[in-house]
């Protein structure tokens, strides 16, 4: 089956720098790749998603890159604010699919 | 948000004793997945759904059972609750395509 693998487990920035978060998996045939943040008492909201014939997308601060020949894709936050504190996970699924694979996220500390 | 409840948010039980948590759509959307989150592990699938009477084993079904017998409503069921089922559990649900998945607002299950 899939395999994700997701780094760093925790990341502590300063306010204002960028934080990026990198998965890699194993299913060379996968074609969507989520990334997902969980507040405090919440349960995860998607925030950006990219499918597999982009290579970049971008919405405002946040941006997923992806690689598949080297079949890993990441997270990108600039200017990051304490808002952004959070768990971050991401997600692999391949087509027809009945269920997608999760990496073990990301807790991400936006230091003020 | 997507029109996704789960009930009851928090629970306390002793072992032994079956338990039922139950995950509730508004969106018509086909797919429904049940969750658990614990510390260390990320989010594991446990079962998922695929339409009405149509479910599928997740990587941690052992324990548990399901049943959707209408399009809004997936139940998941611990026969005999042990200690090692304590634990945040969250529904989630995708629509035709099953990429994007939205997810509840969780439930906690002590047992104890």
């Known amino acids: 089956g899939e395999n994700v693998e997701q780094h760093p487990s925790t990341l502590s920035v300063q306010e204002g720098d960028s934080a990026v978060i990198k998965c890699t998996y194993s299913?060379?045939?996968?074609?969507?790749f989520p990334w997902y943040k969980q507040e405090l008492g919440k349960g995860p909201q998607l925030i950006i998603d990219?499918?597999?014939?982009?290579g970049e997308k971008k919405d405002q601060r946040i941006a997923v890159t992806l690689n598949k020949t080297a079949k890993h894709f990441s997270l990108h936050i600039t200017e990051t604010q304490p808002e952004d504190s959070a768990v971050y996970f991401c997600?692999?699924?391949?087509?027809?699919?009945?269920?997608?694979?999760f990496g073990d996220g990301t807790t991400l500390t936006v230091k003020p | 948000d997507a029109g996704i409840t789960q009930s009851p948010r928090h629970k306390v039980t002793e072992t032994g004793t079956p338990v039922t948590l139950r995950c509730h759509q508004t969106?018509?959307?086909?797919?429904m997945y049940w969750y658990r989150q614990d510390p260390g592990h990320g989010l594991r699938l446990i079962h998922y759904?695929?339409?009405?009477?149509?479910?599928d084993k997740g990587e941690v079904s052992d324990g548990y059972s399901v049943s959707r017998s209408k399009t809004e409503d997936f139940l998941l069921t611990l026969e005999s609750a042990t200690s090692s089922q304590t634990s945040v559990y969250f529904c989630?649900?995708?629509?035709?395509?099953?990429?994007?998945?939205?997810f509840g607002p969780g439930t906690r299950l002590t047992v104890t």
């Open positions: 989630a649900i995708s629509g035709q395509g099953n990429y994007e998945q939205y």
């Open positions: 299913d060379s045939a996968s074609n969507y």
């Open positions: 990219i499918r597999s014939n982009v």
């Open positions: 997600a692999v699924k391949a087509p027809n699919a009945g269920k997608s694979t």
């Open positions: 969106e018509n959307h086909r797919y």
């Open positions: 759904s695929y339409g009405v009477k149509d479910t």
